[in-house]
């Protein structure tokens, strides 16, 4: 085991948040689950979420037998909802290839819908305590400073980030699936983007960057994605009205949401060409919502 993992995964087996998605017999759906919700949004955000979705759908054949209109409404306010439509197909391709199993091969993984290739190395190290480099924002961050010396990683990663975490990681699997989640960790709560604690940090006497001396670069390392008046909190104000919904939706409850008709108008347009909302003659609904039964 190479020093730094050996240091990282002593501090995480002290330190590591108690998240359910990491006790040991949680399952590999709940891990793939896991891995989809929390793209690009925060832990405290996502637990919740996940828990009323293992409890309802606690095996990938639970989901596909849903529409995947309650997908999205089950989805809630986490944000990005192509994301949940991307995982009732997920669910749908393990039903249909895989006998409702994760599977727990890299290109099996990778050919399921919605599965890029960080969370197939995710599910298969964190899951299936398998020997992958699983490398996210943090790890490169971290492998960036300890390693290269440099105050962040670049915007997205390269071959040359796979080959460097790999290099660090332990030959034995059970320790290197280890090893991630630990790295992982450590960029999250220590090493983070802006204020890393590295008083704290258990790779402080051998990180370069550190030994450098050098400051942070003023600003963020990465310009942070505006949400307020964007479309995206449009489609999202759309997407709540027809969650809350037990039918289709009148175009007049919609246009209440927003006051610029052209922006509202282009959200709405994106969301049916996106599939998350689907028309009903002049009305709008999630997939799969059915008519409202008509009084005999």
């Known amino acids: 085991m190479s020093e730094l993992a050996s240091l990282t995964t002593a501090w995480y ?20 689950v896991s891995e989809f919700m929390l793209q690009q949004t925060p832990v405290v955000r996502v637990l919740p979420v996940w828990r009323e979705w293992v409890a309802r759908w606690p095996a990938p054949a639970d989901l596909a ?19 949940a439509m991307r995982l009732h197909a997920c ?17 099996q993984m990778l050919a399921l819908p919605g599965v890029g290739d960080y969370t197939a190395r995710a599910v298969l190290a964190f899951a299936y305590g398998q020997r992958h480099p699983v490398v996210d924002t943090n790890v490169r961050r971290v492998a960036a400073r300890a390693v290269t010396g440099a105050p962040d990683a670049g915007a997205a990663t390269t071959p040359a980030d796979l080959a460097l975490v790999e290099s660090l990681l332990p030959a034995a699997d059970a320790a290197a699936a280890r090893a991630s989640a630990a790295f992982m960790e ?26 450098t001396g050098a400051a ?10 505006r949400y307020a008046g964007t479309d995206r909190q449009v489609r ?12 289709p939706v009148a175009r007049p409850a919609l246009d209440v949401v927003w006051a610029d008709a052209v922006q509202r108008e282009r959200a709405l347009a994106s969301l049916l060409a996106d599939g998350l909302v689907v028309p009903h003659g002049e009305r709008y609904a999630l997939p799969g919502t059915p008519e409202p039964a008509q009084p005999v």
Do not use: M, N
């Not at 391709?93 to 006998?99: I, N, P, T």
């Not at 104000?237 to 027809?242: E, N, S």
């Open 236 to 247: 999202g104000l759309l997407l709540a009205v027809l969650r809350h919904a037990t039918g």
């Open 186 to 211: 450590l960029g999250a709560v220590l090493c983070t983007a802006r204020t890393p604690r590295c008083e704290t940090c258990p790779l402080r006497a051998h990180c370069k960057w550190r030994a």
């Open 91 to 107: 669910a749908t391709a393990l039903v249909e290839r895989h006998g409702g199993e994760v599977p727990r091969r890299l290109d």
């Open 65 to 83: 037998l849903e529409e995947s209109g309650e997908a999205i409404r089950a989805w809630g306010r986490l944000g990005y909802p192509r994301r």
């Open 13 to 32: 087996d002290t330190h590591a948040r108690d998240l359910p998605w990491r006790a040991p017999d949680v399952g590999a759906w709940p891990v793939l």
């Open 216 to 225: 942070l670069p003023e600003g963020p390392s990465r310009k942070p994605q």
